[in-house]
């Protein structure tokens, strides 16, 4: 199982810049797809980006051509790099595995505690 600590949220004005870190342990980062997943209060958990072992990326429509998504194997740690936020970015974002069989299988279903991120004026 892979532990996972989310940091780097905050409260940012419309058009500003986060940059979100996901630290993990527990030796397996190395071997799976890793993904940035957000979260509203009364809503399901939504995937938005992923990154797979090769550095393949992939977007959410609601967050391509804004966010980027990196990995830095060495250190076992995951990025958010997210430009031009919207209100509606506001959530609480979590990293994880990618894909779902992963988290369940691999994780357990486990998640970090996320990190907040508001987008207001």
């Known amino acids: 199982q892979v532990q996972l600590v989310e940091s780097g949220g905050g409260l940012v004005q419309p058009g500003g810049s986060l940059t979100l870190s996901c630290a993990t342990s527990g030796g397996i980062f190395d071997l799976y797809a890793m993904g940035w997943y957000r979260q509203t209060p009364g809503n399901q958990r939504e995937l938005i980006a992923y990154?797979?072992?090769?550095?393949?990326?992939n977007y959410d429509d609601s967050v391509k051509g804004r966010f980027t998504i990196s990995r830095d194997n060495a250190k076992s740690t995951v990025y958010l790099e997210m430009n031009n936020l919207k209100p509606e970015d506001t959530a609480t974002y979590f990293c994880?595995?990618?894909?779902?069989?992963?988290?369940?299988?691999?994780?357990?279903?486990?998640w970090g505690q996320g990190t907040q991120v508001t987008v207001s004026s």
């Open positions: 990154i797979t072992l090769d550095n393949r990326s």
């Open positions: 994880n595995l990618y894909p779902q069989w992963a988290i369940t299988n691999v994780q357990g279903d486990s």
